[in-house]
């Protein structure tokens, strides 16, 4: 449809297109890096060395594993609507950075690369829990 409507020059077309484009890929992009660091207990998932060089730069700039671990959770359970939180290398200043996201909007814009992340659905959790998922990519 939408390489018709560019064929066409329909513009409006192009611009509703785009969006619906941008928010399943988006949607398609920010899940696959989500499952793919996925891992249970026992083949290393949720733990983080702590002689790591993603452990030692998170104790430089969040002071503990725990502290980023808090922060990321009360910003993340913050987001109103369907989001995305995410930890992210900045390679241009060589850091890390805590990054909220709307609907499926990702890092690549933005040039940064996922390291941890969780997924907020639209509808709101009735357990009670925050929907936080610890996920690291390697």
């Known amino acids: ?37 996925l891992a249970p ?16 730069q998170i104790g430089r700039q969040f002071k503990s594993v725990e502290a980023l671990k808090e922060e990321f959770n009360r910003r993340t359970a913050a987001i109103q609507g369907s989001g995305w939180g995410w930890l992210a290398y900045d390679k241009t200043g ?8 709307p ?11 996922p390291l941890l992340s969780t997924c907020l659905p639209t509808q ?3 357990s009670g829990n925050t929907p936080t998922t610890w996920t690291t990519r390697t």
């Open 1 to 37: 449809q939408f390489h018709e409507a560019e064929q066409k020059g329909d513009l409006e077309k192009q611009a509703a297109l785009s969006n619906t484009i941008k928010f399943n890929l988006g949607g398609h992009i920010n899940h696959s890096i989500f499952w793919e660091n």
């Open 94 to 101: 060589a850091s890390i950075r805590y990054v909220e996201l």
């Open 103 to 113: 609907n499926q909007e990702t890092l690549f814009p933005i040039n940064l690369v």
């Open 124 to 126: 709101p959790s009735t």
């Open 41 to 56: 207990p026992a083949q290393g998932g949720g733990k983080l060395s702590e002689t790591s060089a993603l452990a030692q």
